[in-house]
């Protein structure tokens, strides 16, 4: 009697889940690298990699996790702003679902990406017709073919969920640094981000980053906590504007007798963190350089998400 009330149970949240996203697709936009290997292009004419880097693996391998709770409706797209690359993945998606023998009616955007302050962000929602001007003028960025219902979604921005994951990252590197002889007092968080362009955009990812450096600190507590937005895609005299000052506090940190551990906020492996190190060497820190990918918690901030979104 039992096993046949969860039996009914099971098939009755299947054939809800079914329902829900009949007739939804989900778009997951990911920045993506620009490897290379042996000299060919790593993306090709499709929009799809030649070979896909740790960065795209990483990515990949989380939404995979995750594909019985959005069954077979979901298509990944690499890039920024790259309104072809976006309509060929729209064009997967709606192949997906007529091979199930339902429409594409209601295109669920997700941008896998750090902060929805952004340039970056701005140009996607005029892309999916969110706004109606062009943010920078990039030739070949348009709106998208697909003429449905389209919802874009938020970034990851600041989230609790987040935040333990962040959490986890710490302990690494406080257990890596009380290894070396440091106590927690001798112990600093310096918080890194890409960070955005403009200042205005760029003074909402200090908000964000100071809440997220907050939680950390309450369940890691240490002498104290600093955030540093990179500003990696901005002028050179910002960016290298951004690195003195990254450096000045490490090694501020340094000469106190303390010791400076780095904590990244970036979504995953493989791709400005090579950078972050060129533009600390020769100091002293502690670093293990792990992302938020991969890590299931994530996995299930975007599953969460997406059934608020598809349950409206």
């Not at 609790?160 to 440091?182: C, T």
Request: aromatic residues 10%; charged residues 20%; proline residues 4%.
């Amino acid at each position: 009697m039992k096993k046949n009330f969860f039996l009914l149970l099971t098939l009755l949240v299947t054939f809800s889940w079914r329902n829900l996203y009949a007739g939804s697709g989900v778009l997951f936009i990911a920045h993506g690298t620009m490897n290379h290997n042996s000299g060919q292009e790593h993306i090709s004419r499709a929009c799809m990699p030649h070979h896909y880097s740790p960065w795209e693996q990483f990515v990949l391998s989380t939404l995979g996790s995750i594909k019985n709770e959005i069954p077979k409706n979901f298509e990944v797209a690499f890039g920024m702003w790259e309104s072809h690359c976006f309509d060929e993945a729209i064009e997967r998606l709606e192949a997906k679902l007529l091979s199930e023998g339902s429409n594409l009616d209601h295109l669920i955007v997700f941008p896998l990406f750090i902060s929805s302050h952004s340039e970056v962000i701005e140009m996607q929602k005029y892309i999916f017709k969110k706004r109606p001007d062009h943010v920078l003028p990039i030739p070949g960025v348009r709106p998208t073919k697909f003429n449905g219902q389209i919802t874009y979604m938020n970034a990851l921005d600041y989230d609790p969920h987040v935040s333990l994951i962040l959490s986890n990252r710490f302990h690494q590197l406080v257990h890596m640094a009380k290894a070396r002889g440091f106590n927690n007092k001798q112990m600093e968080l310096v918080l890194l981000m890409h960070g955005p362009v403009d200042e205005i955009s760029n003074i909402e990812w200090i908000k964000m980053g100071e809440r997220y450096a907050k939680d950390v600190n309450y369940l890691f507590p240490v002498a104290a906590s600093h955030i540093i937005s990179l500003r990696d895609d901005a002028e050179g005299e910002v960016r290298d504007r951004m690195t003195e000052e990254l450096r000045s506090k490490i090694k501020s940190v340094s000469v106190n007798g303390k010791v400076a551990l780095l904590l990244p906020l970036l979504v995953s492996k493989g791709g400005i963190e090579g950078g972050i190190l060129e533009r600390v060497k020769g100091l002293d820190y502690i670093w293990s350089g792990h992302t938020l990918f991969p890590d299931p918690k994530l996995a299930d901030v975007i599953v969460s998400r997406l059934q608020t979104v598809i349950k409206k």
